[in-house]
């Protein structure tokens, strides 16, 4: 393997969050920061968060827009954060109607690692409940909810559901680089 950052050779996205520590204000800060100094077309910084910690109104109405397999785990989270994005008048700036989807992927890898340096945890999840989002988060019409980041200490394996176990401990595969480029 090359030579990589032990912040980003060590990431990784667990389901096991420790359901007792909390995300500390100052890391909450940390972490928002990091998003917003994240590149971006033409620098518009589309990127918009909600920051739920454990158990506020916040929290609740993220986790109820998850899937009922990731509310399993993500209850544990000590924060849920909507990440989600600004339409643009994308014909009158010439930036693809996808550019702002791609700046938040950048805002919330930027968010990530800042949360592997400070020994937290991410987990990204796309498969969410966006209408349900933008509705009980009361989001302006223009923010497109995206993805929810589970934010935390890493947890005990072992208290997940029995399914889920086995994923959680299962060895981290990545593919080959050579499967990644293309001739």
């Known amino acids: 393997m090359a030579d990589l950052t032990p912040l980003l050779a060590y990431r990784w996205s667990p389901l096991a969050f420790d359901p007792t520590e909390e995300l500390g ?9 990091a998003a917003r100094w994240a590149p971006s077309l033409g620098n518009r910084q589309p990127w ?23 509310q399993r785990w993500a209850h544990r989270a000590a924060a849920l954060l909507l990440a989600a994005h600004v339409d643009g008048d994308t014909a009158a700036d010439s930036v693809p109607s996808d550019g702002a989807a791609y700046d938040l992927g950048q805002a919330v890898a930027h968010l990530t690692v800042q ?6 945890h991410v987990r990204q999840v796309l498969a969410v409940n966006r209408a349900g989002l933008a509705a ?29 176990v086995a994923e959680e401990t299962g060895l981290r595969r990545r593919r080959p680089l050579a499967d990644l480029l293309l001739d």
């Open 25 to 33: 204000a100052a890391e909450a800060a940390s972490l928002l920061e």
């Open 48 to 70: 918009r968060f909600t920051l739920g910690h454990r158990n506020d109104e916040t929290w609740k109405r993220i986790l109820v827009n998850l899937t009922e397999r990731d």
């Open 136 to 164: 009980d988060l009361q989001l302006p019409s223009d923010v497109r909810p995206y993805a929810v980041v589970a934010v935390g200490q890493l947890g005990d394996p072992l208290s997940l559901p029995a399914d889920l």
């Open 115 to 120: 949360a592997t340096a400070l020994g937290l």
